[in-house]
């Protein structure tokens, strides 16, 4: 029937997949969840508690495969038909989370996405830009993700068919963070994969800190710059390259790139407040691409 994978770094599972396994039960369905973590840096001891539970496992790489080539990994292992994909450091909404897919299931479905939402409250200051841009750009109620439903979607709290999935795995050469989802749902759609959204949301307990939440976007651009020179996405694919395209197309982008190296401090400053601007986030990740474009062309 189901088969849940967790890829796990350096988080707890173990609530998740508590939370899981007794609405697994609850529904009385044959179902299996599989958590694999990925070489982490943190020990996180509760995640050894996932194996004690009946059709749960916990397993371990021994080097860091990265996001994509992990969830490939549990999928090979998978046993059911359809799979359910999360993140570690998601939490279903309500008791009947499972229930839902399984219904959506009946009706014998390619791929169904849930949706997302943050916390109603902000959190300290430290933490508030991954809050801020979690609540603005990926938390979509339903009848908006109706609308867009190939463009409002992500790569987790996503069920999908094994056989779907097995034609249209992740990319496994995108080692590092960043854009991989937007790689694997670009295939999809240019597969005329049907995804089905429906109203099933998981909260995201992401609770980054600003300047770590900075960091991993300028690895993402990085990535989004591999990923341009190698035709894996094009202009098209997102906002930030069309804005480059635009820059490129006016002859624009080594000012943009001087006006960066000018203003990066100030920029990183707003971010890093109570009160960080999403305009300023975006200023900052386009003239980050532009630099390290430049950089690369002069290398």
Avoid at 57 to 85: C, M, P, T, W
Wanted: hydrophobic letters at 40%.
């Amino acid at each position: 029937m189901l088969s849940i994978l967790i890829p796990i770094y350096n988080y707890n599972a173990f609530p998740l997949v508590l939370e899981l396994h007794q609405q697994c039960i609850a529904c009385g369905i044959a179902f299996e969840i599989l958590c694999q973590d990925d070489c982490s840096t943190i020990n996180c001891i509760e995640n050894n508690q996932i194996t004690k539970l009946q059709g749960c496992q916990h397993l371990s790489n021994k080097k860091n495969l990265g996001r994509s080539s992990n969830i490939n990994a549990l999928v090979e292992i998978s046993k059911f038909d359809y799979l359910l994909i999360l993140e570690a450091d998601a939490f279903p909404l309500n008791k009947n989370y499972i229930k839902t897919y399984i219904e959506a299931i009946k009706k014998k479905p390619q791929a169904v996405f849930g949706g997302v939402i943050y916390y109603e409250s902000k959190p300290e200051k430290k933490k508030i830009l991954r809050w801020i841009y979690g609540n603005a750009r990926e938390s979509k109620d339903l009848a908006k993700r109706l609308k867009n439903p190939h463009d409002i979607v992500f790569s987790w709290n996503l069920l999908i068919e094994k056989k779907v999935f097995l034609n249209n795995p992740f990319d496994s050469s995108i080692t590092t963070y960043g854009f991989e989802d937007l790689v694997f749902l670009k295939n999809l759609k240019e597969k005329n994969v049907r995804i089905h959204q429906i109203d099933n949301p998981c909260l995201h307990q992401n609770e980054e800190e600003s300047a770590i939440f900075i960091k991993k976007s300028e690895i993402a651009v990085l990535n989004l710059i591999e990923l341009y020179r190698k035709n894996i996405l094009s202009t098209s694919d997102s906002n930030l390259l069309r804005a480059f395209a635009s820059l490129k197309k006016t002859h624009l982008i080594a000012t943009t790139s001087f006006l960066f190296d000018r203003f990066e401090k100030p920029m990183k400053k707003n971010l890093l407040s109570k009160k960080p601007s999403l305009f300023t986030f975006d200023l900052y990740r386009l003239g980050y691409f532009c630099k390290h474009t430049q950089t690369k062309n002069r290398s």
